[in-house]
């Protein structure tokens, strides 16, 4: 028996054909009406449809991919960048997005995100740098430019304090080590105006040898001998110390101090002396020793023991020590010239120990010694300075190719100039000729061209100009001429009128030269470091920004006591630069 007949399946197979076309339309229509992907505005850091930045608590939409509700629709579009390459962005309507981790570097801006008062916001800057204001007209005894803010002796490139000198020892260009008048004047100038602007000292005397009883004082051993003397030198009384035992052994002092840790002594040795400081660190069970011992040995690290060599000190001198600083230098040591950044921290100055023959006064643990390291640096320059009134420069420079190596001996006029605003302020402290002397002898480089020997060249002929690096050609570096404009000025208006006329000479002349050539140095969104394009016709040498802050702070100070309306002008359009301002276009 048949069940359908021909008219049947036909009219099943168009029912079932209908069926099909039905749910595949139903199907294809649900399909095109979902909703794109979607991402939250606040996802994307280089948005701006969210200034007020976005709730802490609501950051869990981070972890998703997309944020239910949001009328924000994003789709991915390829970038082709100069006809070079391609990036992903992502497009909504007509605006594109780029990824900032992009931005940054193409465009060489910086940006991250901040979290503060429980939102979550991106920080936008043109500039790394940042430019201090000053708060009054620049005085030749007050603080010299943003200099409280400088840690001269953290640096990488500083290898230590020289336990002798007192004054940094560079690593700048050499791994050996030397002595780079810029850097020590930068340390001076650094610890005077930090006096300054910081406030006083906190000050322990452990011991002044004015006591005839010495009951906190210790020894370790029946070889150790210990007294209270009268020094005809000093005329006064003083602690002389016998010790000839082990090494770690001898005559203590207990210190026992957690909050000052800048050391202060005057020492005289008479045979093979050691002041060793034992400090407990951050660094559980394992104790540091710091040694100061009576050699020329610069720095020198055995495990937990930190050698400096401090000369022979056969006669009277005081010794000024920043404690903190010398155990991460000794920690940090290395054979290339960058010192490592150490983690260790000291947590309490526990003993002093004396080791030889010798007498010690005067001992003080302090919170700072600013006025102690800025007179090492000034007495350092008093020592220093050649008949040829400079202070050569030990190492070699290769400032480019095309001008050639400035062989050791060379002298710079940022390096002058910064002697001077050393000296100066040091003579107005103490009232001692040697440093105002030491200061007008500082001129005599000035005069003499850089081929002669000197730190003078002269721009086309006509400006003279006081380099940096005294290179051939000329490379006319305007910060380096700047400071030394700045050193001159402090020595004119420091040195009486009969002395004066020299410095007041260079100066004037000097910001002549600084008023004609300043606008070579506006690129227009920044500022050039030197002027080799001119001088050898090489690419332009653009200043970094932490130097295009320098030259902002050094037209500041020169406004203050130049009424030239330059100054403020071009000032106001560098800072402008900062911000992403430009020069305006033809």
Sequence with gaps: MRLFSPRANYKLLVIVTCSFAFVTLFLWSRCNSETPETIDSAQLISHGHDPGG???????????????GSNLHY?????????????EGRREDNEVYVPFSFI??????????????????????????????????????????????????????????????????????????????????????????????????????????????????????????????????????????????????????????????????????????TVTVGIDTNEKSKPYYLHYVTSNEVINRRGSHVFYGIGDNKSWRTITRDLMNDLRKGVGQTNGKSVKKAKVSLRTVVKLTLQGFGRIDNIVLSTTAHMAHFYDAANWFVQNQDEHGGWPIGVTRLLTEEMGELPPGWYSAMAQGHAMSTLTRAFR??????????ALKATKPFNLLSSEGGVKAIFMGKY????????????????????????????????????????????????????????????????????????????????????????????QLLGSIDDDPIFRTVVERWIGYMKGKRAKHN
């Design 464 to 555: 003279p100009w006081y380099e940096e690096y005294p290179t051939n050609p000329s490379s006319f570096v305007l910060n380096g001429f700047i400071y030394s404009l700045i050193g001159l000025y402090d020595l004119m208006v420091t040195a009486p009128i009969e002395h004066r006329g020299e410095a007041e000479k260079l100066y004037k002349q000097g910001m002549t030269s600084l008023k004609a050539l300043l606008p070579l140095y506006d690129t227009g969104s920044g500022t050039v470091y030197d002027l080799r394009h001119v001088t050898i016709g090489v690419e332009p040498k653009l200043a970094r920004w932490d130097y295009h802050t320098t030259h902002i702070s050094q037209l």
């Design 104 to 273: 940054e570097k193409y465009f060489e801006v910086y940006g991250k995100i901040a979290e503060y008062d429980g939102y979550e916001r991106f920080e936008w800057q043109h500039s790394y740098s940042k430019v201090y204001y000053p708060k009054e007209g620049y005085k030749t005894d007050g603080v010299f430019m943003s200099f409280d803010h400088y840690n001269v002796e953290l640096r990488d490139r500083v290898k230590c304090i020289s336990g002798i000198e007192g004054v940094p020892i560079s690593t700048q260009w050499g791994p050996q080590g030397y002595f780079y008048p810029i850097q020590i004047a930068q340390f001076g100038l650094s610890h005077y105006s930090k006096n300054l602007s910081g406030p006083a000292p906190k000050v322990v005397l452990y011991e002044n040898g004015e006591s005839h009883t010495m009951p906190q004082w210790l020894l370790a051993d029946q070889m150790s001998h210990v007294e209270n003397v009268h020094d005809e030198e000093k005329v006064s009384r003083v602690i002389e110390f016998i010790s000839q035992g082990e090494p770690g052994s001898g005559v203590v002092l207990n210190l026992k101090n957690s909050e000052q840790y800048e050391l202060s002594f005057d020492f005289k040795c008479f045979n093979n002396c």
């Design 429 to 438: 402290k103490t009232g001692k000729q040697e440093y105002l002397d030491t």
């Design 54 to 68: 976005r709730r802490l608590e609501d950051s869990g939409a981070l972890n998703s991919n997309f944020a239910v």
């Design 75 to 87: 789709q991915p579009i390829e970038c082709i960048i100069n006809n070079e390459y391609t990036i």
